[in-house]
């Protein structure tokens, strides 16, 4: 796929990441030849995403050590040596050894505090400022053991968001909600408009009803104070650059996969999950930002890649893997506290972000070579 030879950053490469011309952008990029970069290259060579509209502008992303967020602070910072554009990228995050990492190798301004708290950022210039709220918890077994901080981060922290927009008259915001918020429904697909059924008295619902709340509040502030948000709904997004210590379904059938080891499901697996790879996910963000109307909601998933946990897991073992090992069903005794969504039997609808022009481009087949390349490189 690519030469060997190994530059791990642009700062060790001694190249200034905001000035430094597209070819010799595209040399060093060919020589790194990792996965993780790969899919940056493709983000930044989209042509659909108007990038020019970002020349010169402040772009803040909020959860920016977490997957899409540390994601789309790589793919701003690539845009600007690629289409020689001059952003300014600031990240949000509660890690500041993570955030550090952003700084000091793609140029991003990071400023560590928690979103729960009231924001004053410096740096954001009226009129000149975009932004993505990415932060959220989303560990499930938090979600039933603390549903108090789910909530409270997820409302809160949209809030101080919309004010901060609200305040700097950005030119457009994107709140990234999730799937989860259609909650069961009897539907075999589902649009934007469709929702379905939530239990308010199982915590565990406390992560999509929050998340609802949250779109209701972006709904509120685009009614009264005209702020240009727009929602996108993401399905389950992994890819090159997931943590390895990911607690999510699919990330612990990769590490039985990689192990050796039978895949273990807790569940009969029928609940039937919708998936989106990373660089996908940021390119319908992107997307989003730029063409999406105000007020509007976009689901963002590869329908070809909607199938049942337990065709996941068959998939895994069969096809990636090649049936060195099988998928078997191990129901634990706590399997009350790890925070499993109940099963659901949809697949997501995504005729309005296509409509924007976004295509996804790999399915979960392709999603699985990739992490598992990614996360065998990585050692």
């Known amino acids: 796929m690519y030469k060997t030879v190994r530059v791990a950053t642009f700062a060790e490469a001694g190249i200034p990441v905001g000035g430094m011309p597209s070819s010799l952008f595209c040399e060093v990029w060919f020589l790194m030849g990792n996965l993780r970069d790969e899919d940056i290259r493709q983000i930044v060579s989209d042509s659909n995403i108007p990038w020019e509209l970002l020349d010169g502008a402040t772009v803040l992303v909020t959860g920016a050590t977490g997957l899409v967020g540390g994601a789309l602070v790589r793919a701003l910072s690539a845009a600007n040596a690629h289409h020689g554009l001059s952003m300014r990228i600031l990240g949000h995050g509660r890690d500041a050894a993570k955030g550090q990492q952003l700084a000091d190798v793609y140029g991003a301004r990071f400023i560590a505090g928690d979103i729960r708290e009231p924001l004053s950022i410096t740096g954001l210039s009226n009129h000149s400022c975009y932004m993505f709220h990415c932060a959220?918890?989303?560990?499930?077994?938090?979600?039933?053991?603390?549903?108090?901080?789910?909530?409270?981060?997820?409302?809160?922290?949209?809030?101080?968001?919309?004010?901060?927009?609200?305040?700097?008259?950005?030119?457009?915001?994107?709140?990234?909600?999730?799937?989860?918020?259609?909650?069961?429904?009897?539907?075999?697909?589902?649009?934007?408009k469709d929702l379905g059924f939530l239990d308010l008295s199982n915590p565990r619902s406390s992560y999509p009803e929050s998340k609802r709340l949250c779109e209701s509040m972006c709904a509120a502030y685009a009614k009264q104070y005209d702020i240009p948000v727009k929602i996108v709904r993401l399905a389950q997004t992994f890819g090159a650059g997931t943590d390895k210590n990911d607690t999510r379904v699919f990330a612990q059938f990769a590490?039985?996969?990689?192990?050796?080891?039978?895949?273990?499901?807790?569940?009969?697996?029928?609940?039937?999950?919708?998936?989106?790879?990373?660089?996908?996910?940021?390119?319908?963000?992107?997307?989003?930002?730029?063409?999406?109307?105000?007020?509007?909601?976009?689901?963002?998933?590869?329908?070809?890649?909607?199938?049942?946990?337990?065709?996941?897991?068959?998939?895994?073992?069969?096809?990636?893997?090649?049936?060195?090992?099988?998928?078997?069903?191990?129901?634990?005794?706590?399997?009350?506290?790890?925070?499993?969504?109940?099963?659901?039997?949809?697949?997501?609808?995504?005729?309005?972000?296509?409509?924007?022009?976004?295509?996804?481009?790999?399915?979960?087949?392709?999603?699985?070579?990739?992490?598992?390349?990614?996360?065998?490189?990585?050692?």
Not at 151 to 160: A, H
Not at 322 to 332: F, L, M, S, W, Y
Request: charged share 25%; proline share 3%; net charge negative.
């Open 136 to 192: 959220s918890i989303t560990k499930s077994a938090d979600m039933v053991a603390k549903p108090v901080d789910v909530i409270g981060t997820s409302v809160d922290g949209t809030r101080n968001m919309l004010e901060l927009a609200r305040e700097m008259e950005c030119k457009s915001i994107v709140y990234v909600s999730s799937m989860e918020v259609y909650g069961q429904t009897g539907m075999h697909e589902v649009r934007e």
């Open 255 to 379: 590490r039985s996969a990689i192990a050796g080891n039978d895949i273990e499901l807790h569940t009969e697996g029928k609940s039937r999950g919708n998936y989106c790879y990373t660089s996908d996910a940021v390119c319908a963000l992107l997307t989003v930002l730029l063409k999406g109307r105000n007020g509007e909601t976009y689901n963002a998933a590869n329908p070809a890649a909607s199938m049942t946990i337990r065709q996941m897991a068959d998939l895994v073992a069969n096809d990636v893997f090649d049936g060195k090992i099988k998928a078997v069903v191990n129901t634990p005794e706590d399997i009350d506290g790890r925070g499993y969504a109940p099963d659901v039997g949809y697949t997501l609808n995504v005729d309005k972000l296509m409509a924007l022009g976004w295509t996804p481009k790999y399915g979960l087949d392709e999603m699985y070579r990739r992490l598992v390349a990614d996360w065998q490189r990585a050692g």
